[in-house]
């Protein structure tokens, strides 16, 4: 398909190596603090990846960058495998049932049908819009 042609894709950008580092520190901080919501004992294991990630993030963040550009990649694979699938669940799930009910109500909100006796297709207002003089100078 020409959306995925290599020729116009713009470079895929990921985020700095600190705040790469930032965010593992704080997801494993959360996953580490999470059990005592339920009165349960620390994640130690956790907690000591986050501060090794807070701590690489904070002093040398080049260290975590082959981890980012492993996640970005893993986020672009996710893309290309979750984006599909939810866009055609949604069409299945709302947009060929609304075109159905459309159908069979014969409701037609964008007057696409073709009507041999109409002058026009033109939509007349009353009262008419603004003179056509004033939109000269729109922007």
Avoid: C
């Amino acid at each position: 398909m020409h959306e995925h042609s290599p020729r116009h894709a713009s470079p895929i950008q990921s985020s700095s190596d600190r705040s790469f580092g930032f965010v593992f520190a704080a997801v494993f901080l959360i996953i580490g603090l999470y059990p005592l919501l339920h009165a349960s004992g620390i994640r130690l294991w956790a907690v000591a990846m986050s501060g090794m990630f807070l701590l690489l993030a904070a002093l040398r963040p080049q260290v975590l960058a082959p981890a980012n550009r492993l996640w970005t990649k893993f986020g672009l694979l996710l893309h290309n495998i979750v984006s599909p699938i939810a866009l055609g669940i949604l069409f299945f799930l709302v947009v060929t049932p609304t075109g159905l009910l459309l159908r069979f109500f014969k409701k037609d909100p964008l007057r696409l049908r073709f009507d041999p006796a109409a002058d026009s297709y033109w939509i007349k207002r009353d009262p008419p819009g603004p003179a056509a003089d004033s939109l000269n100078n729109q922007f």
